[in-house]
């Protein structure tokens, strides 16, 4: 079996197997979406009402906002994998509760260990805290972060700020920007290190 058809098993068991209470609320599961094999996996919060929709992850304005950064680093859609840590929209995309957090995650680990990426993408706090709780996005924003978890092939993480927040604030946006013109440099690096 392929990775795609692994990811795609993964998605089915978790789609009916998923005890997110969120499930009760939303109108389907949104799960990850993009190349088994990326080198990059971005990881954001939860899907918001476009996503909800579609069943697709970051196609409403953040996501046109994410494509457009993607574009500047030659990157495209096709060639990274994007998912959230909670695979259901929370009510008026309020910001998700712990519990459904932790009724997502297994989901979460099972896709990043089919992919295996080089380098995990947080894209805000909520999926930075996920795996970094201790660490305030403020702060750690465009920096690279160096961890092995347990059962992880991935040790590599970036945080960004969310696009969404970024959206409409210049400055931010600016930051964002600038953050996501590092990628590149961070996968030298990270390769670097591997040889
Ligand atoms: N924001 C997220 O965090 N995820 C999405 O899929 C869309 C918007």
């Not at 996501?63 to 060639?79: P, S, V, Y």
Request: charged share 30%.
């Amino acid at each position: 079996m392929d990775k795609t058809e692994k990811l795609q098993n993964v998605h089915t068991k978790w789609t009916s197997k998923c005890e997110c209470e969120l499930k009760k609320t939303a109108t389907q599961a949104v799960p990850g979406f993009g190349s088994a094999s990326a080198e990059i996996v971005f990881i954001g919060e939860a899907p918001g009402k476009k996503e909800d929709e579609l069943g697709r992850p970051f196609v409403g304005a953040a996501g046109k906002f994410l494509d457009e950064m993607l574009a500047e680093i030659n990157l495209k859609r096709e060639d990274i994998y994007i998912t959230n840590i909670v695979k259901y929209r929370p009510p008026n995309n309020r910001d998700p509760l712990p519990e459904e957090k932790s009724a997502c995650r297994p989901w979460l680990l099972e896709e990043l260990k089919i992919i295996s990426p080089k380098l995990i993408i947080f894209l805000g706090r909520h999926a930075m805290n996920n795996f970094f709780p201790e660490l305030q996005i403020g702060q750690a924003h465009g920096k690279m972060l160096v961890k092995p978890f347990k059962g992880m092939a991935t040790k590599y993480f970036f945080p960004l700020y969310h696009p969404a927040a970024a959206l409409y604030d210049g400055s931010m946006r600016e930051i964002l920007m600038a953050d996501f013109k590092k990628i590149p440099k961070v996968l030298r690096e990270i390769a670097k290190r591997e040889n």
